[in-house]
């Protein structure tokens, strides 16, 4: 019951909470990732870099 009721109150981070970026990570399902910012979408390759 608390953990259910707690995963309720949940929300997804913004940037009016203050944040300089919000980054959302997602696997690619060929072993990679892909990063999803304000500004689009890339691979884990180009944000070594």
Known sequence: ???Q???TKLR???LA???DA???VRFD???GFLVRS???VRSAE???T
Do not use: K, L, Q
């Open 38 to 40: 304000d500004t689009g």
């Open 5 to 7: 009721a707690t995963f």
């Open 46 to 48: 180009e944000s070594e």
């Open 1 to 3: 019951m608390g953990i």
């Open 17 to 19: 909470d203050g944040f």
């Open 22 to 24: 919000v980054y959302e």
């Open 29 to 31: 399902g060929r072993g």
């Open 12 to 14: 997804r981070p913004s």
